[in-house]
Every structure is written in structure tokens, then in C-alpha cells.
């Protein structure tokens, strides 16, 4: 059985968020600065790296911590396990939250950023062989049904309100949202998966720009499943974060029932990557001393090392082995997006590429305002839900029991995971 969705409450404006406030702060003045001046006054980028940490963190991987709701959905409604239902709304929140900012950092990377509204409007202009066009159409629409399927939150809280307008509006609205749920969850299912793998097939039109171990005609498949495993890892992250800010009940049974299948997902990418050399003869590549390779390696060892953590039984119900295996499992999908877009691709001889310091900023002031805004929402909205633990997922294996109790014991009184 699960808690409803409430409202954490609380004041909004703590240290920590005036700590990242700061952060937001520096950020907006060096916008304000880029906008005023142009891209060139702010980053280090030029003809051979047209992308840099904009793109490839803000979008590429940001994108892809954000498709905790996309990952969660495919769970709940797809393969349909309603036991998973509580973390819907805080992982929907999240992606939301998270493919707005992307969305706004495509635009601080535009040099003429003040042109974008012709992407959606002036159809008459779309080059329908584009793949960036396709990217841009589907995380702009995914946006809105993003913000659209946490609306019944809003609408909740509004209901309350104490203004006679606004509860009139979320009463009759809230029906409606509710009736359109089923065309938004599968529009929202649809659009990532689309727009996650063309990154990929992006990245297939570098040719031999990019180096051998990342070419491959499966690379949508691997950005596919890449944004699936850090999906799930965002969820465990955010969930174990916020139930230690915000001191609300543990849903770690739930994690755990929820990790088992993404270790699984973890080691299929690496049978998946390692198929996909051996097919393409590039086996021999992985024995040879450099950087590239060094690369590589790491990248499979951290997915490895994640799904490792997570396929015993007795590690999945300890709250630090899931945070542990959530975080590495982030890095290890980073690393592989990352190397993708920046790390092994080469336009060639005398270009060369690192982000200034206003380019970092920036990209800190950006994530720092997203906390804030996650801060604000959850602390005003119905979003979070407490869970009970043995009730939403069935009985609990004895031998887990008596690894939870002998964890509990080892734990000094006021500690936590």
C-alpha cells in the first residue's frame, strides 16, 4: 500500500538553497553576458567542435538522467507493474524539470538562438531528410507532454486554493487531464524513444571522425539503452536523495525490486557492445595501448561493476549498495555519451577543444537552478509519495530479511546508509 501524494512542506528558501542560488546567480550574469555579446564572447568552441559541454552534458547526458520518467513509464504502464506507480510522479517531475533545461541549453548554444521559434512553426522550412530536426520536433513536444502529465499535481494543489478562479479552473480541468492521461503516456513513450536513438544516428553521420570502438551501425540501439540504465539509475538516485532530505518513509523495497531488471539492462548493453566489435572484426582494437581504449575499458567496467552490485539478492535491499550502484551506473552511460560526442571525435588535424570556465559556469548555474525548481515543486506540490515496504512489493525472501536485520545491527543508532 502506498501514501498518497503529498506536499513535503517546509521553507523553501534554506542554505543549500541559497547556496545554489548563488550558483543560478553567476550563471544568469554570464547568460546575460553570452546574449549580449555572442557565443563566441563565452566559450571556446570553433569550426571543428561545434558542440561542446552544452551539448554534450546539458542535452546528450542530461537528456538521458532525465528519462527516469520515460524508463519508469515503460515499467508501470507497458510492461504493467502498478507496484511501481508511487515513483511515477517524482520521476516524471524530474524529467520534466530536466528536458526543460536541455531544451534551454540547445538555445544558449545557437548562435542565432533568437530564430528558434521557426523550428516548430515554420514547417514549410523543415529538411525532412534532417536527424537534428527530428531531435529538436520530439524533445520540444516531449517537453509539453512532460509538463502536461505532472499537471494533475498542480491541479490537486489548486483545488485548495484559496482563490474561487483557481479551484474552479483545477476542478473542471483535472477531469479532462485525467480523461487524456492514456494518449499523453503513450506519446511519451513514443517520442524519447525516437529522439534518444536518433542521437545515436547522429553521430553515425561523423563517419571516421569518430573513432572505430564508437562507430557502429547499432549506436541508436546503445543511446537507446544507455538512456534506459541511467533512467533507472536517476530514479534510485532521486528517490534514496530525497527520502534522506526530506526524511520521508524509505522506498527502498521498491527500488530493489526495481533493480534487478536494470542490472540485467546493464550487462545485455555490454553483450550488446562486445556482438556488435566481434561482428564488425574490431575485436582486436581492444588490446591495443592508448587513450581510446582506456576509454572503452572504463566504460564497461563501471556498467559491469553497477550490474554487479546489483544482481545479489541481498545487496538490492541495502539503501548505500543502490545509491553506490545508481551513481556508477550514471557514469558509466556519461562516459559513453560523452566519449561520443567529445572525447573520440576528431575533425581532424590543428583543432583541439576544452571548456572555458565561462562555458562550466554556466552549465553549473543551469543545473543549480533545476534543483532549485525541484526544491520548490516538491516542497509545494503532491508529488512525493511515501511507501510501505512489505505490502507494495510482495513478501520479502527470508534470507533478505536476515541481511536487512544484520545491517541494521552493524549500523550505529543515527547513522543511515
Known amino acids: 500500500m502506498s501514501h498518497a501524494a503529498t506536499p513535503v512542506g517546509g521553507r523553501i528558501v534554506t542554505r543549500p538553497f541559497l547556496v545554489l542560488a548563488a550558483f543560478a546567480a553567476i550563471g544568469a550574469a554570464l547568460l546575460a553576458w553570452r546574449f ?4 563566441g564572447a563565452v566559450t ?31 515499467v508501470v504502464y507497458i510492461m504493467n507493474r502498478g507496484r511501481y506507480h508511487p515513483l511515477i510522479r517524482s520521476a516524471i517531475i524530474t524529467s520534466a524539470l530536466g528536458y526543460t533545461l536541455a531544451g534551454f541549453s540547445v ?4 548562435g542565432r538562438w533568437w530564430n528558434v521559434y521557426g523550428v516548430p512553426l515554420q514547417f514549410w522550412n523543415w529538411n525532412l531528410n534532417s536527424i537534428l530536426l527530428e531531435v529538436a520536433l520530439c ?12 499537471s494533475p499535481a498542480f491541479l490537486e494543489k489548486g483545488q485548495t486554493a484559496a482563490s474561487p478562479r ?9 477531469p479532462k487531464v485525467n480523461r487524456a492521461m492514456p ?50 539509475a536517476a530514479v534510485i538516485l532521486e528517490s534514496t536523495l530525497s527520502t534522506r532530505a526530506f526524511r520521508r518513509p524509505s522506498e527502498t523495497p521498491l527500488l530493489a525490486r526495481l533493480a534487478r531488471p536494470a542490472a540485467i539492462l546493464f550487462v545485455a548493453y555490454v553483450v550488446v557492445r562486445f556482438a556488435d566489435l566481434a561482428y564488425q572484426g574490431k575485436a582486436g582494437i581492444l588490446f591495443q595501448p592508448d587513450r581510446y581504449v582506456l576509454l572503452f575499458w572504463t566504460e564497461i567496467v563501471l556498467f559491469l561493476a553497477a550490474a554487479a552490485m546489483l544482481l545479489r539478492a541481498n545487496h538490492r535491499v541495502s539503501t548505500a549498495i543502490l545509491f553506490r550502484a545508481a551513481a556508477v551506473t550514471l557514469a558509466a552511460g556519461a562516459l559513453y555519451r560523452f566519449s561520443t560526442f567529445l572525447f573520440v571525435f576528431d575533425p581532424g588535424p590543428g583543432w583541439s577543444y576544452f571548456p572555458g570556465v565561462a562555458e ?22 503532491p ?7 512489505a505490502p507494495a512489493v510482495g513478501p520479502v525472501p527470508q534470507h533478505v530479511i536476515e541481511d536487512m536485520s544484520e545491517e541494521k545491527k552493524a549500523t550505529p543508532a543515527g547513522s543511515g546508509d
Open 36 to 39: 549580449l555579446f555572442g557565443i
Open 44 to 74: 571556446n568552441l570553433n569550426d571543428g567542435y561545434p558542440w561542446g559541454i552544452w551539448i554534450a552534458f546539458d542535452v546528450v547526458v542530461g537528456t538521458a538522467i532525465a528519462c527516469g520518467g520515460y524508463a519508469v513509464a515503460l
Open 107 to 110: 538555445v544558449i548554444d545557437l
Open 139 to 150: 524533445i520540444m513536444l516531449y517537453m509539453l507532454v512532460l509538463w502536461l502529465e505532472i
Open 166 to 174: 483557481v479551484r474552479n479552473f483545477s476542478e473542471k480541468a483535472l
Open 183 to 232: 494518449w499523453l503516456i503513450a506519446l511519451g513513450m513514443v517520442l524519447p524513444t525516437m529522439h534518444q536513438s536518433s542521437l545515436g544516428s547522429l553521430m553515425m553521420l561523423a563517419g571516421p571522425r569518430l573513432h572505430e570502438l564508437w562507430l557502429s551501425p547499432l549506436l541508436p540501439l546503445m543511446f537507446l539503452m544507455t538512456c534506459l540504465s541511467m533512467g533507472y
Open 360 to 381: 562550466i559556469m554556466i552549465t553549473v548555474g543551469v543545473v543549480s537552478a533545476e534543483i532549485m525548481a525541484y526544491i520548490a515543486l516538491v516542497k509545494t506540490f
Open 383 to 389: 508529488i512525493l509519495a511515501g511507501v510501505r515496504a
